[in-house]
Nanobody, 124 residues
Framework: QVQLVESGGGLVQAGGSLRLSCAAS????????MGWFRQAPGKERDFVAA????????TYTDSVKGRFTISRDNAKNTVSLQMNNLKPEDTAVYYC?????????????????WGQGTQVTVSS
């Protein structure tokens, strides 16, 4: 099956930037959309951003609008999340996910492939 591997996490000062990448490998399957979720300690895994794989249209949770940008490279089977003006509340493990089934893009159940997660820590 499709495997997703995230990279690019790390420690950054508030106001700084990080770029997360997600590389897909394995069996080629149809993709409706790909997304990024994040999970802070003691919190649920929450939606961050999603991108329609064919059209490139994007959507974001309100708290990251204007700061984060999701993008994809269909030929390379990669999706990225550019995170600018990071805030301490952005601290979480970030997960890349892919949906081959479709559904509601901001719900975890719409996604059937997940990466292992990468830690993003923003210090104040």
């Amino acid at each position: 099956q499709v495997q997703l591997v995230e990279s690019g996490g790390g420690l950054v000062q508030a106001g700084g930037s990080l770029r997360l990448s997600c590389a897909a490998s394995g069996r080629t399957v149809s993709t409706y959309f790909m997304g990024w979720f994040r999970q802070a300690p003691g919190k649920e895994r929450d939606f961050v951003a999603a991108i329609n794989w064919s059209s490139g249209s994007t959507t974001y949770t309100d708290s990251v609008k204007g700061r984060f940008t999701i993008s994809r490279d269909n030929a390379k089977n990669t999706v990225s999340l550019q995170m600018n003006n990071l805030k301490p509340e952005d601290t979480a493990v970030y997960y890349c996910a892919a949906s081959s089934r479709g559904g509601v893009y901001y719900l975890t159940r719409a996604y059937d492939y997940w990466g292992q997660g990468t830690q993003v820590t923003v210090s104040s």
